[in-house]
């Protein structure tokens, strides 16, 4: 019998190592499907469409990212993805543009007639801008070529590739190289892979194991020493709740208390009773404090 129940036990493990291994696959891929998608998207919608994608890209994310088990975190890792994913479409969209002047663009020798700069907004860095012409006189078809910084001057002359369909800049051969920007869009997609890794992992058994065994913080172990508190758990349990029927809540609604006056628990533990008195344990924005409240920005899972 004794054999039965610690081969189901085993299962029982396997299944659970399993299941977040299988959602952060399907979370990886997805992930992946949208950059794609938005990159595929890129050219054909603006911004007033992209964004509010993006934005549901992110719920999304966090209602997947939950079920991984590190909740209190997961607004965060979702934005984070989200931000490198958007840069990773930004960066491949560059590249694409490169490598299609790369591919039916002409090099030319272009002579400079006109420069100027762009009008300026706040802080944004100002381009140089700089309109070249054939030597036979006829304007280099497509948008001005740009600049960061001030590289030439009216009348000299310049080699660059022109895009004969006149869509894109026309840019110098060192300027049209996409490898940088291959590179670039490769690591950002990493970053948001990453993430996802990294998220797997704070929510698997090993992590809650490894803050299970940490116990009490310095914190609370300085405060036990300093005022000599030997209160056994239950007598800690027993006064947090007491803390959270009498305490009155601050002007935005939390119930704060120190976590060094309860040593022996964890925060997920005074999560727990606090949800068994109707209450939820705020995760972020503590500044060493835990804060209970009725609804939460991010809910401390329960131990």
Request: net charge neutral; with cysteine; hydrophobic share 40%.
């Amino acid at each position: 019998m004794s054999g039965g129940v610690a081969q189901a036990a085993d299962e029982a493990r396997g299944r659970r190592a399993r299941y977040p291994v299988l959602l952060a696959v399907g979370i990886a891929c997805y992930v992946l499907a949208v950059i794609v998608g938005m990159f595929v998207l890129a050219d054909d919608v603006g911004l007033v469409v992209q964004i509010p994608l993006w934005i549901v890209h992110g719920a999304v994310l966090i209602t997947l990212i939950r079920k991984l088990g590190a909740r209190e975190s997961s607004s965060y890792a979702a934005l984070f993805i989200v931000v490198t994913s958007a840069m990773s479409v930004y960066v491949a969209d560059m590249a694409r543009d490169n490598l299609t002047l790369q591919q039916r663009g002409e090099e030319i020798s272009a002579t400079v007639v006109k420069e100027w700069r762009d009008p300026a907004q706040g802080r944004k860095a100002r381009d140089y801008n700089y309109e070249l012409q054939h030597q036979d006189g006829t304007r280099v078809p497509g948008p001005a070529m740009k600049t960061q910084t001030d590289l030439y001057d009216v009348g000299q002359t310049v080699t660059v590739i022109e895009d004969p369909d006149g869509d894109l800049r026309p840019q110098t051969p060192g300027q049209a190289d996409a490898t940088g920007e291959a590179l670039g869009s490769s690591a950002l997609a990493l970053a948001a892979l990453g993430s996802v890794a990294w998220m797997t992992w704070r929510g698997s058994d090993a992590a809650r194991r490894r803050d299970g065994h940490k116990g009490p913080g310095a914190a609370q172990k300085a405060y036990k020493a300093a005022t000599g508190v030997e209160q056994s758990p239950a007598e800690q349990e027993e006064k947090l709740r007491e803390v959270l029927r009498a305490y009155p809540a601050d002007r935005r609604g939390y119930i704060k208390v120190l976590p060094e006056e309860y040593p022996d628990l964890t925060h997920g533990r005074a999560a727990r009773i606090a949800w068994e008195m109707g209450l939820k344990a705020e995760a972020v924005g503590n500044r060493g404090s835990w804060r209970f409240k009725e609804t939460v920005i991010e809910e401390v899972p329960h131990d």
